[in-house]
């Protein structure tokens, strides 16, 4: 079916009668909060209108949007096109404006997420990659090239760390990961069905989890078993901002530097050892 070009308000109120009492709440709260709603989990939206995920997708389903990211979308589209034209920002009609403009918002996303951060919930982690024998980092889409990033940050401390690509060979990695491993997810939404899926297999397995998220309560929030939030927010039609990326890689070194602090012999020495092994590599 074709999405595009609808006015996602106007086919709410046009569908609002055949909605049943607890989709109507849903969409009465979208109609008066709809520039909020496209930063907003499933589970977020869910909690507020006082109903089931389920409920949410239905909702979705019947204003005829294949579910609730495609929602967002159209609600992110209502927002362009209705919003005033945005504030000039000081100095931003230069390229040296528009970099100090861009550096500002990086800036505050590193700022967002240090504000999240649980020492407990870092420790639990930590301790985690500490007692596994394997930490399985993976992710999809940009959330992929995270995964491998924190994958190469934490092996030049330890052998430990792995990513796998393909999300079919992730599936199957995590199948067959021993039970003394540790699955490390990237999902800046916690919505993907693969990261969903992933989570499931390990959970069924018995197999530990930290998740790195924008989203307390989202899907994947609720399976796994350690969650860290990084900040900065992005509507649909931003996909994988470079804020975002900072944010992660803030997490990430939140992480590395506990794990190092805790482990300053080990780390030490392989951090000399790879330093030796590159030294040949550079001119």
């Known amino acids: 079916m074709d999405e595009q070009g609808i006015n996602i308000l106007e086919r709410i109120h046009a569908s609002y009668y055949q909605l049943t ?3 109507r709440k849903i969409a009465d709260f979208v109609v008066a909060n709809f520039a ?4 907003m989990s499933i589970t977020q939206l869910a909690e507020e209108c006082g109903t089931a995920e389920a409920t949410v997708s239905r909702f979705c389903r019947n204003l005829q949007l294949k579910g609730f990211n495609a929602f967002k979308l159209e609600l992110a ?9 945005p504030l000039p920002v000081h100095g931003a009609d230069t390229v040296l404006g528009r970099s100090r403009a861009a550096g500002a918002v990086s800036v505050d996303a590193v700022r967002q997420t240090v504000k999240l951060v649980d020492p407990a919930k870092v420790l639990g982690a930590v301790q985690l990659f500490e007692q ?5 980092c993976i992710g999809s889409g940009g959330s992929m090239i995270m995964a491998q990033e924190f994958t190469h940050l934490f092996s030049t401390v330890s052998s430990k760390f792995q990513t796998v690509v393909d999300s079919h060979l ?23 069905t693969g990261g969903l899926q992933i ?7 018995g ?3 930290v998740l790195v998220t924008r989203f307390n309560k989202s899907p994947a929030a609720k399976l796994a078993d350690v969650v860290l939030l990084c900040g900065s927010n992005e509507s649909p039609f931003q996909l994988g901002t470079v804020p975002a990326k900072i944010a992660q890689l803030v997490v990430m070194d939140i992480l590395f530097q506990e794990y ?16 030796a092994a590159l030294s040949g590599m550079h001119i």
């Open 21 to 23: 009492a607890a989709e």
């Open 36 to 39: 909020r709603v496209q930063f």
């Open 77 to 85: 589209r209502h927002t362009a096109a209705g919003a005033a034209p």
């Open 132 to 136: 596994a024998g394997q930490v399985l």
């Open 170 to 192: 992730q599936m199957s990695a995590v199948a067959t990961m021993d039970t003394g491993g540790v699955l490390v997810l990237l999902s800046y939404s916690g919505a993907t």
């Open 199 to 205: 989570l499931e297999l390990a959970k069924s397995r």
């Open 207 to 209: 197999i530990p989890t």
């Open 260 to 275: 190092c602090q805790r482990n300053r012999a080990e780390c030490d020495a392989h951090i000399q050892a790879v330093a």
